[in-house]
Structures are given as C-alpha cells and as structure tokens.
C-alpha cells in the first residue's frame, strides 16, 4: 500500500465574488488561504484520490476538467478513482460553470438569476453590491482556470509521491454540527428559524457529534496526515467579506502547531445539509449584520452560550474543539496501524428520480409570484430573491421534468481495511448518513457529501412536508425517494464488500 499526500493554496490577485449567500459579497481581504488537499491511495490492484477543496460546492464543470488534465499530466491514475469533494464554505469564490448540474442540461440554477428570469416590465435586480459588471474583481472563467489548475496539481503531486505506508482508523467526539431547521406547531419547518415563540416545537432533526478520523503514517509509522469526517458544512463566518477556510483552516493551524508544519488534514463534510455550528435554541446575536432574510431577529434576549457561531470568535472555538479532540485521540493511542489490506473503489451511476411538482403546484407558484411582485415597490434585491425562492424553482422544475425524470448521479463506495468510503453529490439530511453507517458491515462509514458535482439539498420526507429553505423543489433535484434509494444502493455495495 503507498500513500501519497499534496497541498496546494489558492492565490487570487484580486478580490473575488463570494458565493454561497442571496446577498452579493466581494472579498475584501483573505483571512487565510483556501486549499485543496489530496491524498493518494494505491494497492497495486486498485486506487482511490481524495481530495478535499476549501469551496461551497463542487460543480460537474470542475469535475471533469480537472478529470481531463489528469488524464494528460498522470501516468496510471484512472481520473475516474478521483472524488473531490467541497467542505462547505461560504466564505470562498463561485467560478464558471459553479451554478450547472447535469440534470438541467447546464441552465444557470443561481438565486439572481432565478428572480432576473421572471421580472415583469419596468423592474430589474439591483444587485447589493456590484459583481456582474465589476472589472476589479475576477472574473469567473479565470477564477475556474485557478481552482481547476492548483486541484490538478495537487492531485498529481500526491499521486506521484505516494510511498509504502499505513493507516489507523480512529474516532473522536466534538460538538460541532446542530439541526438548523426549526419545526413549529402549524406543521411548518424553517431553516435558521426563530425557537423564540410559543409555536416552536422542536429542531425538526438531530445531530452527530462523532468525528471519524483516519491517521496516515509513513514506512518510518511516522504521522504524515490525517483525515477527519464531520457532519457539519464549514460555515461559521458564511456572511462576512473575507476569504477563509472557516473553522477548517483554525483547526488545520492547530494541528500543525501541534505535530509539524508538514503535517496534513483532509477534511471531508459528511451528511450534513440539515446541520450548522449555530445553536437556534440558545441564540447569540452576530456581532455584526449578516445581511440574510432568513436570520432576522427582533429583540431576542440574552444568552449565556458559546459565541456566536456567525463571527470569527465562534470559528475559532469550533477549530480548536475539533483539532484538540484529534491530539486527544492520537495521544490515547491508536490501533496498530494497518499495512497489507483490501482496497476496493466501485464507482456507480445511480439513477435517482427527479423529484416533480404537480400543475396545481405551478399555477400556485405563479400566482405567488404575480402577487408579489405586484405588490412590491421599486426594484428587486436579495430578499425578494430569498423569498421568491421557492415559487421560481417549482416553475423551473415543472419545465425541466417535461424532459427528464432521472439524476444520473456520481457514486463512490469504497472499501479500505476495515472503514469504508461513501460519496454523493447533494447536500444529504443527517438521517440519510446515519442510515448508511448504522446498517454498514464496516468497522467505520466515512460519508462524502458534495462530491463530484452539486445537485443541491437533498431533505427526508418530513423536511419535504415542513416546507422552507432546504426542502423546497427549488433546492434540490432530488427528494426523499430518490433519498432512500441512495441510502438501500449505497449500504448494499458497502456490505458486498465486507461479506
């Protein structure tokens, strides 16, 4: 077995369009460099990459460009045995190509373009702060000739230095991810919802403070890197106008004041597209505005709890709880590292079912929208953009399922020694990632969510019938059928492997 590690820092030389948010933001400054790290796996027999990238999503686009310039830099690297996968930040830029699926043939799915497609006579989108027409700042085609380059090469970089080594497999706790979708009374669900009124009943779904780690040792068994699985997206400074790896690159920091400045950390975000690091309950206000119509509060009390996960404090409070449980761990002492083992990669192209609206939907959805816009005076923005949301993603999906019904969905599943690996594409809902790891044959389940392109959230059926942000048709373009399928499909190859 051979082991190969690269890392390798995004440089931008001018500010960036920030992506992940309704409101436009551009980078004032970086608060530290994103990333993309890869490490290589080779048995003789078969292989696997993983590589971790410090961005909000993956698109296809991306994917099979850096596939392609792999094929033509690489000797015996099968492109196809790569998964890049995305952490989740929002605090990083968008890029050409970064709002394409598959399913809808490559048409734009961003918020503003969404509302800028159904604007009557006389109204335009004015954006919060100038990004489309704005020289300054990069454009997208040069921002995804950057990110697709420096993935490339750290990709290739660990593939040709990968040397004999070992792993063990280990597992940690660190209260990171809660559920950030409040249901109330009526029957109704909202993400980042207010708990402060008498109608809220409960976070409508759990959280996994488990931390899957596997620790990479050389032929020497000395530590050269680590990979840590958390179901929770990177988004504890999501509004504010830097670039930054989030709580990711604080606890990268830690680590490498800890055990070396060469030391590695692949983060992988595991099902997590319910969760977030804030606290909804004991609700602490941001320092600063966030400029998000989902997060308005009015007047909320006091509250003696961790800092606000929306600022920089709370980032670096949930680095520092990640990266002390990982030196915890290894100092508890770890299972002899495993040297000569199986290692199987499957990659399927799972067909999952469009998830469809009905034509009452859509005569509600324009209505809606007709309504709204009629009553709103002036221009547009990213509220309206947030609030419209919704009604504008069922009128598009009633036009895309004229012509499809099916996502043909990259999956990987993986069979390492003990642990196994699973990726997908979507924003997965924590139940769906449970499902896999409770009923897997292996020691261990790593879940890879956002990998290898974005097909948006993918929520459980009681998110669906909750409503709201997340679980709207207009969020993803699968739902929870297509859910479940995943989850038999998935278990499935993971068992064949371990029989």
Not at 2 to 18: D, H, I, Q, R, T
Not at 215 to 241: M, S, W
Not at 264 to 276: K, M, N, R, V, Y
Not at 369 to 397: C, M, T
Request: proline share 4%; with cysteine.
């Amino acid at each position: 077995m051979k082991y190969g590690w690269a890392e390798e820092k995004f440089v931008f030389p001018k500010p960036v369009s920030l992506d992940g948010q309704f409101a436009e933001r551009i980078s004032q400054y970086e608060e530290k460099p994103l990333t993309a790290t890869a490490l290589a796996i080779d048995s003789g027999e078969d292989q696997m990459v993983l590589c971790s990238v410090d961005l909000v999503g993956i698109s296809y686009t991306l994917t099979d460009e850096v596939r392609q310039r792999l094929a033509q830099c690489t000797k015996d690297l099968d492109p196809m045995k790569v998964i890049i996968s995305a952490i989740h930040t929002h605090t990083g830029p968008g890029y050409a190509g970064k709002g394409q699926n598959k399913s809808s043939e490559g048409h734009t799915s961003s918020f503003r373009e969404n509302i800028k497609s159904m604007l009557p006579a006389g109204k335009k989108y004015v954006e919060s702060t100038n990004v489309s027409e704005n020289k300054d700042i990069m454009s997208g085609e040069e921002l995804l000739e950057e990110i697709a380059s420096k993935i490339t090469k750290a990709i290739a970089t660990a593939w040709e230095t990968r040397k004999e080594g070992s792993f063990s497999n280990a597992f940690g706790r660190a209260v990171v991810g809660l559920c950030r979708r409040v249901s109330y009374n009526d029957g109704s669900a909202q993400m980042w919802g207010d708990t402060n009124t008498a109608m809220f009943t409960e976070l409508e779904g759990g959280n996994d403070s488990g931390i899957e780690l596997m620790y990479v040792f050389d032929e020497n068994k000395k530590l050269t890197g680590i990979v840590a699985n958390l179901a929770c997206p990177a988004q504890c400074v999501q509004h504010r106008l830097f670039i930054s790896p989030d709580f990711w690159g604080e606890a990268k920091m830690l680590l490498r004041k800890h055990f070396g400045e060469e030391i590695f950390l692949l983060p992988l975000c595991s099902a997590a597209g319910d969760q977030c690091p804030v606290d909804l309950v004991r609700w602490v206000e941001p320092e600063s505005d966030v400029n998000d119509p989902n997060l308005k509060r009015n007047n909320p009390p006091k509250r003696k709890a961790d800092p606000s996960m929306f600022d920089l404090a709370g980032m670096r409070k949930t680095g520092k709880r990640i990266a002390n449980e990982i030196i915890e761990v290894f100092n508890e002492g770890l299972d002899e590292p495993q040297i000569d083992v199986p290692l199987v990669h499957h990659v399927h192209n799972m067909q999952l079912p469009l998830r469809r609206v009905t034509m009452a939907e859509v005569k509600e959805a324009q209505k809606e929208i007709r309504d709204y816009l009629a009553n709103k005076e002036g221009d547009v923005d990213y509220n309206d953009s947030g609030n419209l949301h919704g009604p504008i993603g069922i009128i598009k999906r009633a036009k895309l399922q004229e012509t499809r019904d099916i996502v043909d969905t990259e999956v990987h599943v993986i069979r390492l020694g003990s642990i196994a690996f699973a990726s997908n594409p979507f924003e997965l809902f924590l139940d769906y990632g449970n499902q896999i790891k409770a009923r897997s044959l292996a020691e261990q389940s790593f879940i890879i969510q956002l990998a290898c392109a974005s097909e948006g959230y993918l929520p459980t059926e009681k998110a669906e019938k909750g409503g709201h942000y997340s679980a709207f048709v207009a969020s993803g373009t699968v739902g929870h059928i297509g859910g479940e399928q995943l989850v038999r499909q998935t278990v499935q190859d993971i068992n064949s492997m371990f029989k």
